[in-house]
């Protein structure tokens, strides 16, 4: 079946099975490598997108449902002025290891900078929480996203 | 005057650098920004839907003889393309690591619920789904066995006929005489302790892709801890030389030991198909799978009797040490040594008597994890350690510094330690910036619902192989035209670093190169055979060949220069892309010195070949160098215990070590916090759950726990001791597993503290410590 959503600001029809998962469909068929596959149960959040400019879990959805709404992933941010410091903070602090968890940190963290909460390292980690690291033990991580937000306001 | 090629002369030299242009800064690593975008490829992403997708159909019997394996109903699915087994196998079906006893594909029979018996190709996805349940296996179930301790005594019941028992492996240690060690002592402490098994967990599960022809060869992309390993064993299970096969190995999500096992099986199961239909095929294991299939931490007993006199010596250890080694042996003899002879901790024991046991059951197989058998070991011998202090009514670091290693000792295997032992040092620092008594002190002023205690584990750890087992270190340096470097090592890059940080940092500093202009190529076949990147090796043994390699190329760029600007070759300086006579103003830059070694005829290319010296050691008796050198940890961990829900917090944890030289301080720091936050994670949630069949229950990571953000505590800077390793690039020993070996020992110390009991048994759930208050009635 056919499905039409927008995609980093593009509109795209793709089809698909009624079962198939919007992670599938971003990473086998819209060549989207950033979304990574981890557990397939909306546990690790490797594979966080945007949906609707909040942070989902592409694996516990069908892409069906995501008929007619904006899914945003870091392919479509490259060039965003939070997305550009998070990254340049991420390589800094040393809050990369093996790296296939940062695409989701970034993401996530991307849309706590982008809510204009205040920011304090308890909401911090709680806003982090749905997003698993088994390499840095989160230290650098939440350095460098308070880092972010600290650069931002400036 | 010669130019120096050996490699001893060039490993001093720069041993004994001053100044560093690169060298012990934390510079970001080169890898970070493609993956904090996203853009670094690992193996799922090279994938492309045509590709042959590989599924995997599991055992579902915990012991049981294999009657006949049924494909009719699986081919029928459209786009099925075969279900292949173990009599498919052209080459040998033999992939054991330490032991001949493990197939690829199960043969005959199965030793484990969830273990490989056959593969199905298809086309598509869906369709290697379904077919694979439709794949049916006729099983003659056998009787079987899960307890170590009964499968020690049981001779009906075999996990491995043809081995008369089930012990698959043992080990000695023998040192002095230890009735008269016991006789000496004044105060015994005698224990039993259990430790469980922890799964790695990498976010990125195992996957391979192999495709025929490519580069010449079958080519395989999969993450692989040791490139020219998978090499070997794709070979050896096709039946064909290995110089047909290259292993490429990309950016890995994540390995801590588990992927050294469990990758090159991954691989030569991909192979396998590409090999027999002539197409690409893809393997990817999904989160249950790996959680089922591949080798878990080992789960052990370990009975411990230790001695020490009135004014705080230690006389005398008695250790047996049982490793649950499940279905194969895999690595298990060489945990369970890295463990036998790591038993006393690192102190010093006139009188020691270790025995240990590789035991088989039908469960998981037990493999290598960050730390290799030692966690479970340190925290035993600490465990004793508190206990003789408490029985002696001495403070627990004291108590410790007394007895610790020093240069000079001799370890339980009777290895005198010459230099590059620092822990002493390192534990005395950390108690004074932890301000020990006080803080001890104060933690025991909490009397109410939450209470709070402090710990501290310390241990040492091995840097290479054990005993005589040979190890070696290489890589390629090369030079382009256009004064662009690269280094080619079988290191892999799964997040520790090593290639993308330290290895860069030590050819932009041997050779004076800009490190802009510094690229390495790791993880590849195609590079030397470096060793595998494992037991914290990547950069303290897999470095050593960078640097032998770049320190070739720069005693013929120091010729060279020293021709062009008439000085002597130990006056030139090169550096930010400048070539300098020492003292004066007479220069030229890198690539003009580039372009004239090529004019000149000089060989900017170099290999660093390094074999490392090894002393006797003694299998019978355990006696002689175990290792050539010990890196060193230490940690202090307080905690908060709720006596209400037994619910244990650790609040903070400040990290020691001594591991000689630390080349990116950013970059040990991340290891240090991770595996502290590993360790953390191993000693108070992470368990497997198993059935009366050994099947696990908890295949997935809702039920299986690890840390996330809110679950950490402080961890404070590392205090460093830089006692450097006379072999190691720049001095450096290991680094990567140090923070996770003392983690259980400084937690569960900490808990015992808080409640004052001894702890005896891991993990350390909310369950386990609430049950543990309410022993006896207490409380």
């Known amino acids: 079946m056919k499905v039409s959503f927008i995609l980093n600001g593009e509109p795209v029809t793709v089809d698909v099975k009624p079962n198939e998962i919007l992670l599938d469909t971003l990473r086998l068929k819209l060549n989207i490598k950033s979304v990574k596959r981890g557990c397939e149960r909306a546990e690790c959040g490797a594979c966080t997108v945007l949906v609707d400019g909040r942070p989902t879990y592409s694996c516990n959805l069908l892409t069906v449902q995501v008929e007619g709404r904006e899914v945003t992933t870091l392919e479509g941010l490259r060039d965003d002025p939070i997305v550009k410091e998070l990254t340049s903070k991420f390589v800094e602090r040393g809050a990369v290891q093996c790296g296939f968890c940062t695409p989701g940190f970034i993401i996530t963290a991307y849309a706590l900078l982008k809510s204009g909460k205040e920011l304090t390292p308890e909401n911090v980690k709680k806003m982090l929480e749905g997003n698993i690291c088994r390499c840095t033990g989160y230290k650098k991580i939440i350095e460098a996203v308070t880092a972010a937000a600290e650069a931002l306001k400036k | ?233 794709i070979a050896r299970v096709l039946g064909v030389p290995a110089s047909n096969i290259k292993v490429v190995v990309p950016f890995m999500g994540g390995g801590f030991g588990g992927k050294d096992d469990e990758g090159p099986l991954t691989a030569a199961k991909a192979a396998l198909v590409a090999h027999l239909t002539g197409r690409p095929a893809f393997i990817l294991y999904t989160r249950e799978e790996s959680l089922r299939m591949h080798p878990k931490r ?213 050779l004076g190169a800009p490190l802009e202009k510094v690229k390495v190529v790791f993880g590849t076949s195609d590079a030397p055979d470096a060793g595998a990147t494992h037991a914290s090796r990547g950069t303290s043994i897999g470095a050593i060949g960078v640097l032998v390699a770049a320190a070739r190329v720069r005693e013929r760029l120091n010729k060279l220069a020293a021709e062009l600007l008439g000085c002597k070759p130990e006056d030139v300086e090169i550096k930010g892309g400048v070539v300098r006579a020492k003292g004066t103003d007479k220069e030229l830059s890198w690539d003009e010195l580039i372009k004239q070694a090529y004019a000149r005829g000089v060989d900017l290319s170099a290999t660093g070949y390094f074999f490392l010296p090894k002393g006797k050691f003694n299998d019978e008796l355990g006696q002689g160098q175990a290792y050539p050198a010990f890196s060193y940890v230490a940690m202090i961990a307080e905690v908060e215990v709720d006596t209400w829900t037994g619910k244990v917090r650790v609040l903070r944890i400040w990290p020691a070590l001594a591991a000689g030289r630390i080349i990116n301080p950013q970059q040990v720091e991340g290891q240090i916090e991770g595996a502290a936050v590993q360790g953390m994670g191993y000693v108070l949630m992470e368990q497997f759950v198993f059935d009366d069949k050994g099947r696990i229950l908890n295949a997935d990571m809702t039920d299986y726990i690890v840390p996330t953000t809110l679950d950490i505590p402080e961890i404070e800077k590392p205090v460093y001791v830089e006692d450097l390793f006379k072999y190691g690039p720049f001095g450096a020993k290991g680094v990567g597993e140090m923070a996770l070996i003392p983690a259980p020992a400084a937690i569960a110390g900490a808990v015992s503290h808080a409640l004052g009991k001894p702890i005896t048994k891991l993990p350390l759930t909310p369950e386990a410590v609430y049950f543990e208050l309410r022993k006896g009635g207490s409380t």
């Open chain 2, 1 to 233: 005057m010669a130019l120096t090629e050996d490699p001893y002369t060039l490993i001093s030299k720069w041993l004994h650098a001053r100044e560093f242009l690169v060298v012990g800064k934390g510079i970001a690593r080169a890898d970070a920004l493609d993956k904090a975008l996203g853009t670094a490829k690992f193996v799922e992403d090279y994938f492309q839907e045509g590709m042959l997708f590989v599924k995997q159909v599991l055992s579902t019997e915990p012991h049981a003889k294999i009657l006949r394996i049924r494909d009719e109903e699986a081919l029928k699915i459209p786009k099925v393309v075969k279900v292949f087994t173990a009599k498919d196998i052209p080459g040998e079906n033999q992939v054991g690591y330490a032991l001949p006893d493990q197939p690829l594909i199960a043969e005959g029979k199965v030793r484990y619920h969830g273990e490989l018996v056959a593969l199905v190709a298809a086309e598509d996805i869906d369709a290697a789904l379904r077919a694979a349940e439709l794949v049916k296996v006729d099983y003659d179930p056998l009787p079987y066995v899960l307890n170590p301790l009964e499968a020690l005594e049981r001779k009906d019941v075999l996990v491995h006929e043809e081995v008369g028992s089930n012990i698959a492996f043992r080990t000695k240690v023998r040192k002095g005489n230890v009735e008269e060690g016991f006789s000496e002592a004044d105060v015994i402490v005698e224990n039993e302790y259990r430790t469980h098994h922890q799964d790695h967990v990498y976010l990125e599960t195992e996957g391979a892709l192999a495709i025929p022809g490519l580069d010449g060869r079958l080519t395989v992309v999969t993450a692989a801890q040791y490139p020219h390993l998978a090499q070997s064993i």
């Open chain 2, 298 to 510: 080992e789960a052990t007993i370990i009975k411990y009797k230790s001695g020490a006199t009135k004014d705080g010596k230690l006389t005398a250890i008695d250790v047996k040490i049982i490793h649950d080694t499940g279905a194969y042996a895999n690595r298990g003899p060489f945990i369970l040594w890295r463990a036998t002879v790591h038993a006393s901790g690192p102190y010093e024991v006139p009188h020691a008597r270790v025995e240990g046991y590789c035991v088989y059951t039908n469960k998981v197989y037990q493999g290598s994890f960050r730390g290799f058998g030692n966690p479970s070991v340190q925290f035993a011998a600490e465990m004793q350690m508190n206990e003789l202090a408490r029985k002696l009514g001495m403070d627990p670091v004291e108590f410790r510094l007394k007895n610790m290693l020093r240069p000079g000792s001799r370890t339980i295997t009777n290895q005198l330690l010459e230099e590059s032992v620092g822990i002493a040092e390192a534990v005395e620092k950390l108690a004074e910036k932890v301000n020990w008594a006080k803080r001890r002190a104060e933690c025991e002023s909490f009397k109410g619902r939450y209470r709070r205690g402090i710990g501290i584990g310390v241990a040492w750890h091995g840097i290479s192989t054990s005993r005589g087992v040979p190890d070696w270190s290489n890589a390629y340096v090369k030079i382009d035209k256009d004064g662009s470097v690269s280094m080619f090592t079988g290191i892999v890059e799964m997040g520790q670093g090593s290639p993308n940080s330290s290895h860069r940092q030590i050819v932009a500093e041997i």
